[in-house]
């Protein structure tokens, strides 16, 4: 056997022995191993979600329910207009408590008793006493006449009828005494209560009655908050990009830039709500609690994360397509502007959609500048005084009320969904217009 043939011969039995084969089993029982790892990884990560979403949604969806009670509402006119002038301000003005609790007694005629019925009166919410102003404010032709109206129930009611006030328990262990439970049990019988679909907390501001609370106050302000944002945040961060990966000069300058903008990204964004008091606040005099301070907050900290994103993808373009343009005569603006901001824009709007969803959840910036106060007003501009939802979420998981805690629950549900809809939009645009070189 010649020594070629003889080397070759060795080198083959160094991968084909006994100790080879148990080494290469070895290393392929390590690599399932690792898979296994990081499939149960994903599992735990899968379950840990799940049970969050679960848990979110088994306490906050009844919040999108809420019970109602018809009563027969006698509109008297020695009530609403006692003089028949038919003036807006009088009717306005007139006690339409009254004619709630006239309608429950008319109901219950055996109950007798301060106490009583003021126990009788707490079943139905304050807010029914509104709407029969609003009512009759739109139509003044009820007056005189009577009419089935639905309108709604306390909260301890609604939480009776939804089960979290539990009629198994002692008196002195709910909310509700027993005389309640019975009262809400005969008008359930007698088909009076009505469940329906809780447009008013999809439609209305915040109160402090649980039943009336809704987050459109949170949802406008949210809006008008984040478009300040992107109105800042977008064109100062693209350009800021622009510059230092495109025309700024390679110097110990730009390095410090690049570096505070790298640590700027990860600072806590509680200092940029400092930063809001001492400055927009504090120092320009800025309205407290208004969308236009809470917004130039958020831009401040979302502009270190859309100039990282836009840097990164304009040094995704290719040197190419530089150089082609630049070869048939354009100036270096022209190439920038004209050609390779183009074909970079998908992955900065990408990465300025997620900032805006990173600015959305954020609640420790603008709690600094006032933005915790109680709003029940929808607001109206820049400058009115409003809420954003995740700070919603805070005060509504600060209060007693157990009726809140579906609420508080409900609306991380709307804020989950705002998220999930910002970041699917940012992952569709990528996949639409995102080019492979």
């Known amino acids: ?172 262990e709910r909310k509700l005494n027993d005389a309640q439970v019975g009262w809400l049990d005969a008008l359930q019988e007698r088909g009076l209560v009505e469940r329906v679909f809780n447009t008013t907390f999809l439609t209305s501001g915040d109160s402090r009655e649980p039943e009336l609370a809704g987050i459109w106050g949170a949802v406008v302000g949210t809006t008008l908050t984040l478009l300040v944002t992107l109105l800042l945040c977008f064109p100062i961060g693209v350009a800021a990009a622009v510059y230092l990966e495109e025309f700024a000069p390679t110097n110990r300058w730009t390095d410090l830039i690049e570096v505070n903008i790298n640590n700027l990204a990860a600072v806590p964004s509680i200092v940029f709500g400092l930063l809001g008091l001492a400055v927009f606040l504090n120092f320009f005099g800025l309205p407290r609690s208004a969308p236009l301070v809470g917004g130039m907050v958020l831009a401040l900290m979302t502009l270190p994360t859309v100039i990282i994103a836009g840097r990164a993808a304009l040094k995704a373009v290719p040197p190419s397509i530089r150089e082609a343009a630049l070869g048939v005569g354009a100036s270096p603006v022209q190439t920038v502007l004209q050609h390779v901001l183009p074909l970079a824009l998908p992955g900065i709007l990408t990465g300025t959609i997620i900032g805006m969803a990173r600015a959305l959840g954020e609640s420790a910036p603008l709690l600094m500048i006032g933005m915790v106060a109680f709003i029940v007003d929808i607001p109206s501009g820049l400058t009115s005084p409003s809420t954003v939802l995740p700070v919603q979420v805070y005060l509504w998981a600060d209060s007693p009320e157990r009726a809140f805690v579906e609420k508080t629950s409900a609306a991380i549900m709307v804020l989950l969904a705002f998220l999930i809809l910002m970041n699917l939009a940012a992952v569709l645009l990528r996949r639409k217009y995102e080019q492979k070189w």
């Open 1 to 172: 056997m010649s020594e070629a043939t003889l080397g070759q011969s060795r080198r083959t039995d160094v991968h084909t022995s006994d100790a080879a084969q148990r080494r290469l089993r070895r290393r392929y029982a390590a690599e399932r191993r690792f898979q296994l790892y990081g499939l149960f990884a994903i599992g735990i990560a899968l379950f840990a979600l799940g049970w969050l979403l679960t848990s979110i949604v088994g306490r906050g969806y009844t919040a999108f329910t809420q019970s109602r009670v018809v009563l027969e509402v006698e509109f008297a006119r020695d009530v609403l207009d006692p003089d028949a002038t038919g003036d807006r301000q009088v009717l306005s003005g007139a006690n339409y408590a009254a004619l709630v609790k006239s309608s429950l007694r008319e109901q219950f005629p055996d109950v007798s008793g301060r106490r009583e019925r003021r126990a009788l009166n707490a079943l139905v919410s304050s807010g029914a006493a509104f709407q029969l102003r609003e009512m009759v404010l739109a139509d003044p032709s009820l007056v005189g006449t009577r009419r089935a109206v639905s309108v709604p129930l306390s909260d301890d009611s609604d939480m009776f009828f939804k089960g979290f006030i539990r009629r198994d328990v002692g008196e002195s």
